[in-house]
Nanobody, 121 residues
Framework: VQLQACGGGLVQAGGSLRLSCAASGRIYSSSVMAWFRQDPGKEREFVAAIRWGVGLTYYADSVKGRFTISRSTAENTVYLQMNSLKPEDTATYLC???????????????WGQGTLVTVSS
């Protein structure tokens, strides 16, 4: 299954963006879909995850209350609604598929390409 992320762009602080990650095939109910972000030279940072079958969500403390992860099982797509964006949210955002909502990127075995989010102050 290939993952295709899109929706990044340039936005002012306080603004919003919605990222999408579409899977080329079916995502099984036992899967977990997640968003990570990465700055050049830094490790990937967990942002949010969702259990595909039941829709349980998990968030990093840094985005809790501002970001919302959701999914469309019919379209095999996971979303990340980002509100109240801050300059420190600037990063390349990547979607990933795994089997457990881990914060460790090594737990995920299927990655999409990134989409760049730039938040200006």
């Amino acid at each position: 299954v290939q993952l295709q992320a899109c929706g990044g762009g340039l936005v002012q602080a306080g603004g919003s963006l919605r990222l999408s990650c579409a899977a080329s095939g079916r995502i099984y109910s036992s899967s977990v879909m997640a968003w990570f972000r990465q700055d050049p030279g830094k490790e990937r940072e967990f942002v949010a995850a969702i259990r595909w079958g039941v829709g349980l969500t998990y968030y990093a403390d840094s985005v809790k209350g501002r970001f919302t992860i959701s999914r469309s099982t019919a379209e095999n797509t996971v979303y990340l609604q980002m509100n109240s964006l801050k300059p420190e949210d600037t990063a390349t955002y990547l979607c990933a598929r795994g089997t457990s909502p881990e914060k460790n990127s090594g737990a995920y075995y299927n990655w999409g390409q990134g989409t760049l989010v730039t938040v200006s102050s």
